[in-house]
């Protein structure tokens, strides 16, 4: 299946005083690449949510810190959907620093983030718009 | 006019590289504190939104920054409301580092924070319900 | 194995646009309560890098989310060390809405965080100051 | 002087539960665009720190909230250099909300932000590297 990349540049406010990005901030990052990867599918959070009355949450997320990200790096986010149900989606996400070649791409952090479609009002989980689920299956059939 | 005090220690989540508390995160620490004030008033800003249909929001900040405060930083916010209006609130915040004793404290951070009430649904600003605003008047002639 | 109890407040900072608390959030949640539980074994993380230049990081968290977090919640933090080796700590982490009595209070969300011990020059795991693993024991000992 | 333009994107880690960007978030993104200035300048501040032993520090900001930004909103943050000195910047930043033309831009905040240079070591302010200085005059007077 295909990788959706997203770029992220390490800022001050990601950084803490031990001199590396704090741990939870590479959620954001993979949060900021999941939304980046719907809005490359033509899909918005927001109007999902006004048309639909579905919202998207993360249901679950298994981290592993292999080496730290520091102020200033210029980062790529890669993610692809590995598992993708009728109420759920499961992408793998991988955090690397960019090398001066690609060869030299450094894996920083993996993690596996489990997200679960909700009925807004309930916050019950409940089937996404057939629209979206369409658009996630095509996406993966074309790779 | 009284002063309402308000204890937060510091965090890595609140630091950055340059090993000092991150400058836009005094804010959240002044809004930490405005919050329990306004619970020391017995008010709460979800019921605020829920019975009247207001909501606070910050208008303006001028805040200086004269000292950093550090990792595990014991630190005091002091909080004094020093303008009342029908619309808005002006109070004026300073961050202090918890000395071994009073005479030790020391003042890190001043701002003046100007907030607004406004309508939930129209977000236009509106007077603050009554009964809310009689009880800042009494707070304020207490002192 | 005895369990330590720290209490957090949800304030606006924490939350996101879909009313709930941010889901990296209670990663900050729960490194607030290991800080502190260091602290009530009289331990600090700042001493430590200073006396033994050794510090503490995360290495993988596996985090469920089951129901969130609101604005205005009053939250705590039960954290337990579950595993305790030379150069690494594995915690349970639960953090759950207090209800108005202790069987009202509800799971909000569980996780297991594993933290290692780095060298802080070198950034190489080393054994943690003797001193510290000891505090550890005699920690766990106790319950 | 000439003006520097920083695009935004906002995401769900910005906003809050009153369903806007959190107010000192806009702090972060001002800070990300003059990250972004010194970058177009070919000046890198670790660079600067490891050279030179100079960092910068915010001083004060004095920052206005016209109007709130809304998740998914694509914004740009206005940049110009207002003051120059040898241990001080002052900065005018304006965030902006892309309408569709740029006619249909709407301000949404604006700033004055005052950056001092410090010595690394003593934290003491401390006159900013010729060569950084000069390339300031340099961009000051192109335009």
Not at 17 to 25: A, I, P
Not at 50 to 70: C, Q
Not at 78 to 91: A, H, I, N, W
Request: hydrophobic share 40%; glycine share 4%; proline share 3%.
């Amino acid at each position: 299946m295909s990788e959706f990349i997203w770029p992220v540049r390490v800022y001050y406010e990601d950084t803490d005083s031990g001199g590396v990005v704090y741990h939870s901030m590479y959620l954001n990052f993979m949060e900021r690449a999941r939304t980046e990867w719907l809005r490359s599918l033509h899909l918005e959070q927001d109007d999902i949510i006004n048309e639909h009355g579905i919202m998207f949450v993360v249901r679950s997320v298994a981290i592993d810190y292999l080496k730290p990200a520091l102020f200033n790096d210029a980062l790529i986010v890669q993610s692809s959907l590995k598992k993708l149900g009728k109420v759920s989606l499961v992408f793998e996400q991988v955090i690397m620093r960019q090398g001066c070649d690609q060869n030299k791409d450094e894996i920083l952090t993996k993690a596996i983030v489990k997200v679960a479609s909700l009925n807004v009002n309930q916050k019950k989980p409940a089937a996404m718009p057939e629209a979206v689920y369409n658009r996630f299956v095509h996406h993966s059939k074309k790779d």
